[in-house]
């Protein structure tokens, strides 16, 4: 899990936050969540297009509707092995992208690198 926090961190602007209590890591960037770790560190909820999340959950039985969040656009990733780093790091740099476009166009061009 350690490995995804890093990989969350590596992203432009990204910073971690405790909304939630001191267990549950979130990772935002501009305010914005984009990945929320579980108290237990065995899974992360990602932000999804809607397709997308569909179709990753009839995919994968470790990708499932996002727990306590809008099952439309978030989806949780059970880390239980079942995926490989590589897919996992893809669903975080969707997330994290996903969440860029959203803000306003001076912001989304100084992370993004336009």
Same mark, same amino acid.
């Given at each position: 899990?350690?490995?995804?926090?890093?990989?969350?961190?590596?992203?432009?602007?990204?910073?971690?936050?405790?909304?939630?209590?001191?267990?549950?890591?979130?990772?935002?960037?501009?305010?914005?969540?984009?990945?929320?770790?579980?108290?237990?560190?065995?899974?992360?909820? $990602?932000?999804?297009?809607?397709?997308?999340?569909?179709?990753?959950?009839?995919?994968?039985?470790?990708?499932?509707?996002?727990?306590? $969040?809008?099952?439309?656009?978030?989806?949780?990733?059970?880390?239980?092995?079942? $995926?490989?780093?590589?897919?996992?790091?893809?669903?975080?740099?969707?997330?994290?992208?996903?969440?860029?476009?959203?803000?306003?166009?001076?912001?989304?061009?100084?992370?993004?690198?336009?």
């Amino acid at each position: 899990m350690e490995h995804y926090v890093e990989y969350c961190l590596g992203k432009k602007g990204a910073f971690e936050d405790y909304p939630f209590g001191p267990e549950a890591l979130v990772m935002k960037v501009e305010g914005k969540m984009f990945a929320l770790i579980s108290d237990d560190r065995k899974s992360i909820s $990602l932000k999804c297009d809607p397709v997308i999340a569909e179709n990753l959950r009839e995919q994968h039985a470790a990708v499932i509707p996002g727990y306590h $969040l809008n099952k439309k656009h978030w989806n949780t990733v059970l880390l239980d092995g079942s $995926l490989e780093q590589e897919e996992v790091e893809s669903m975080i740099t969707h997330s994290y992208e996903l969440v860029v476009k959203s803000l306003p166009k001076a912001v989304r061009e100084s992370l993004m690198g336009s």
